[in-house]
């Protein structure tokens, strides 16, 4: 597997990285490349980014319009459905939806007048094409001046029959009336159910049918773009109104409608062939769908404008920088080749050739001057080099020492161990417990420090070896000592950096009880902080002068712990821990003078 990737590294340094080309074919190419690439990203971007922002300005454009066509159709409509309601609430027509049968019409005569005013009502305004009272089971009434454009049975098989709200409220839709003389008319038609005066439920159907007079001067005076047009949709996607009014009443786009139903307002790109750039915004009021439409290829125009202005540019820069980069890697290579020629010589041997002239102060003028240097001290580190293989024999010889110390150095605790096992059995012998109990706890301490060479241990066997370092101080100090360890078990599983507890506790000794008179108390706890834990070491001694402690703290952060010295045992703890976990954790101190001292180690908390 090695290999393979060998092979692959040597393939690809040798193909994508040219290392076999000259050096000024290298300096071209990659100069060609660096000039090429980011000319064109940016070239890249700044097109994509002039067709977004094209796109937005067309859009936010044709929302806008939109907005405006919206609140005047909206107006529009709003009016007509007033003069609805008037009509349903005239007295004739009123008188008319009282009666129950069609001789009860016949005899009063109040077709004619009901009649008059749908008439009056068509007259009165120029965009009203025909107003259709349809009652059930009764007639039909229009202002055509024959029965009905279309027969009423006809009528309830169209498609947004059945979708009139059976309320009273007003139904937007678009339809074509076909006149009995073969005329046709798109028209827009408020219909509305009518309501009976005695039961309140519905009992025909008012039609005002509105040509394209009103919104064709409004959709005129809309300009969007050169060649673009609105159209307007209802909710059952049907051609409300379109420049084409053959397409009127006609279902609308079947692949663009699902788009436009997601949301309230905006834009995309049609499926169909040619594209179109579509805006839309939904009337909820009426219901619609008013949509603009820019042909996609008159919206491209100026990004296609500006790719070209963009490709012409990055073409004149390359080849601007190909010029300009063979010139300067021809100014490169000269004095390299110069170089290269001068060192061949020395290869060989050849100093006749004296120094290289340093012509420029850059990189290659620096190396010139560097290859000056190195051969004219060539001679002098050949002799340089008799005396460096003399110190290299001197440093292996020391080297060869310290081992053989450090080799003797392993020996001793042996010995010392050893020793204390011969006193600890002659204190036996001779009925000198004391002296034979300090022997076996100094023995455990030796092994203890023999035997585990990691550089963290469980609190439990920090706490049992600090233990017998305790009761080895018992027998010196006696009755003027005493100690608790009041450590909880969940504490005696944690890690805790190895003889971390004895050099503070030997410092409480010798620094704590007050010569002579002092007694003193050593308690070790330990408790949670968060994500740590602390093992605090409590005494009652004598404590620190301010000073005294305020060197203490700074020995912690900047001592050199191996130049030894007073209370170098705390140092030592705190540097192994900071190396061990990070300076999130340590050793602190706190003291006063008289009451004792406090010192804590943090470490971090194993879950």
Same mark, same amino acid.
């Given at each position: ?13 040798? !193909?994508? #990285? ?7 074919? @290298? ?44 609140? /005047? ?38 077709? @004619? ?23 059930? /089971? ?8 024959? #029965? ?64 394209? &007079? ?16 609105? !159209? ?5 996607? /049907?051609?409300?109104? %379109? ?24 834009? !995309? *790109? ?32 100026? *990004?296609?404008?500006?790719? %070209? ?104 605790? %042996? ?29 455990? #301490? #030796?092994?203890?420090?023999? &035997? ?45 950096? @190895? ?11 010798? %620094?704590? *009880? ?30 620190? &002068? ?27 703890? /705190? ?33």
């Amino acid at each position: 597997m090695q290999t393979r990737w060998i092979r692959l590294s040597e393939w690809i340094q040798t !193909f994508f #990285l040219m290392r076999h080309l000259p050096l000024t074919v @290298k300096l071209f190419l990659f100069s060609a490349f660096i000039v090429a690439v980011p000319l064109g990203l940016v070239g890249l971007i700044s097109y994509e980014r002039s067709a977004d922002v094209l796109q937005s300005e067309a859009n936010e454009s044709s929302l806008q319009i939109l907005e405006q066509v919206k609140s /005047h159709v909206e107006y529009y409509v709003t009016d007509f459905e007033i003069s609805t309601l008037r009509l349903l609430n005239h007295p004739d027509v009123v008188r008319l939806l009282k009666m129950r049968t069609l001789e009860e019409v016949q005899q009063s005569g109040i077709r @004619k007048q009901v009649e008059q005013v749908l008439k009056n009502t068509t007259y009165s305004r120029s965009d009203i094409s025909n107003i259709t009272l349809m009652l059930d /089971h009764l007639q039909t009434i229009d202002t055509a001046g024959f #029965l009905s454009t279309v027969p009423a049975e006809e009528l309830k098989k169209e498609y947004w029959y059945p979708g009139i709200p059976e309320s009273g409220a007003p139904k937007l839709i678009s339809r074509v009336i076909r006149y009995q003389d073969g005329r046709q008319e798109q028209v827009i038609s408020i219909v509305r159910r009518v309501m009976s005066p005695y039961t309140l439920q519905p009992t025909g159907v008012m039609i005002v049918d509105i040509n394209f &007079k009103r919104i064709q001067e409004i959709s005129e005076k809309v300009s969007i773009g050169r060649t673009g047009f609105m !159209f307007i949709l209802d909710s059952q996607n /049907h051609y409300v109104y %379109h420049p084409d009014l053959q397409l009127v009443g006609t279902p609308g786009p079947e692949n663009e409608f699902p788009e436009m139903i997601k949301n309230d307002h905006g834009s !995309f *790109i049609s499926a169909d062939s040619p594209r179109s750039f579509l805006t839309y915004s939904r009337s909820p009021y009426l219901g619609w769908w008013l949509v603009t439409a820019i042909p996609y290829r008159e919206l491209t125009d100026g *990004i296609t404008y500006i790719g %070209h202005t963009i490709v012409w540019t990055i073409v004149i820069t390359l080849a601007a920088a190909y010029l300009l980069g063979i010139g300067f890697a021809a100014s490169l290579v000269r004095p390299i080749k110069r170089l290269r020629k001068y060192m061949r010589k020395v290869e060989v041997g050849d100093f006749s050739a004296g120094k290289l002239k340093v012509t420029s102060r850059d990189e290659i003028g620096q190396l010139t001057h560097g290859f000056n240097e190195m051969v004219k001290r060539l001679e002098s580190l050949l002799e340089e080099i008799y005396f460096t293989r003399l110190r290299e024999t001197e440093a292996s010889l020391r080297q060869k020492e310290t081992e053989l110390k450090a080799l003797q150095s392993q020996i001793n605790p %042996h010995f010392i161990y050893n020793s204390l096992e011969t006193i600890r059995g002659m204190a036996f012998e001779h009925g000198m417990d004391d002296i034979a109990g300090m022997s076996a706890s100094l023995a455990k #301490l #030796l092994r203890y420090n023999l &035997k585990n060479d990691k550089p963290t241990v469980r609190l439990r066997e920090e706490l049992s070896f600090c233990e017998m370092y305790l009761r080895i101080q018992r027998y010196r100090f006696e009755e003027r000592m005493t100690y608790e360890l009041d450590v909880a078990e969940w504490a005696m599983e944690q890690p805790i950096v @190895k003889f971390a507890l004895q050099p503070i506790v030997e410092n409480s000794m010798n %620094h704590g *009880i007050e010569p002579g008179i002092g007694r003193m108390q050593v308690q070790i706890g330990a408790y949670r902080d968060g994500n740590a834990y602390v093992v605090s070491v409590k005494d009652t001694g004598v404590g620190m &002068k301010p000073e005294v402690l305020e060197r203490i703290r700074e020995d912690l952060e900047c001592r050199d712990v191996l130049a030894g010295g007073e209370h170098i045992g705390i140092s030592n703890v /705190h540097r192994r821990i900071v190396y061990l976990y990070g300076p999130l954790y340590g050793v602190s101190v706190q003291s006063a003078e008289g009451t004792g001292t406090v010192v804590c180690i943090r470490l971090p908390f194993e879950q």
